[in-house]
Structure formats: structure tokens, C-alpha cells
């Protein structure tokens, strides 16, 4: 059984920062956020900095998208990441994080070599993303827990509005922020 963390302070004060910016997006954001992080920390027994390595990366990962609606969000949200690690003085951390924000949404395995962090934070978002269509392993009454602690609050409904416009401005390249 899962210990849903269902408090994490860390990530609270990083989104609170943005809360003006993603306006009425905030809390399913917030929502999602808290999601994925809990399916990482089923996937992984964190260790030292794990846990705030993959909040990090939590808070961050979607980020870009706001507050101007842009689907082709993985390089605001990699910015906002890498300014906020040099404010933290955390830029040693920088490329890990990067890796995690930029192939969360990669249909296959990250390749060996990289961080074991990279491939758990993308199988965490993947089950989010997909409403726990892509499960990984994990456990139906595991998504079924996190997801009544943390609804999803019109969240993915936003999404498919936001690629839907993607998809009539741009329909030879409807999702920018995917890779194989």
C-alpha cells in the first residue's frame, strides 16, 4: 500500500510562485503535480535527493504551458527549471532535471546510462497522463487512491482543449512536445 504524500512543502512554494500565472489551471495543475510525484515515489525508494529531484522536476515539467496556453511547452519549462536551480544553488543538479522535464513524455524506455530518475519520473507522468491507461506495473488501486486524493479537476479536459488548438494551427505537427 502506498503512503500518499499528500503535503510536500517543496512543491508548494515553487508552484505558489506561479499560481498568478497558470491562473484558474493552478489547482489541477497543482493536483497533477501531486499525482505524478506520488506514482514516482511508488516507482522508486528515494534516496538522499531523489524525492526533491523528482518534485522538482514535477513542478516544472508541464510549467511552460502557462501563462500563454503554448503547446509547445518543453523548452519555457526547462528554462524556468535550470533559473530556479542557479537561484537555488542547485545548478549541479541541472542536467538531471532537464532530462526528466524534456523526455517525460517519450513513448519508450529512456536508455541505460541515463539517471534512474529520468525513466521513473516519465513512467509517473505517463500514468497520469494517460489516466492510468499506461500503468507500468503499478497497482489499479494505487492510481485509484492518488486520484481520489488529488482529482483531476478538468485537467486533462484542459489538455485536449490545448492540443486541439495545437492540432488546428499546426496539423503536421499537432504534438511538438512528444518523442519516440
Known sequence: MLNIVDNIPLLE?????????VGAQFDPYRNHV??????CFAFWDCQGDDQDKLVIAGCFHDLGIWPEDHWDYLPLSIERAKQYLSEKDNPHWSDEIVQMIDLHHRFRAVAKG???LVEVFRKGDWVD???????FGLD??????VS?????LGFHRNLFRLGFKQL???????????KW
Open 114 to 116: 541515463v539517471s534512474p
Open 13 to 21: 512554494d515553487i508552484l505558489g510562485v506561479y499560481r498568478d500565472s
Open 129 to 135: 497522463a494517460s489516466l492510468g491507461w499506461r500503468r
Open 140 to 145: 489499479r488501486s494505487v492510481i485509484r487512491e
Open 148 to 152: 481520489c486524493q488529488f482529482p483531476n
Open 34 to 39: 501531486y499525482r505524478v510525484v506520488n506514482y
Open 168 to 178: 488546428v494551427r499546426h496539423p503536421l505537427n499537432p504534438m511538438p512536445m512528444m
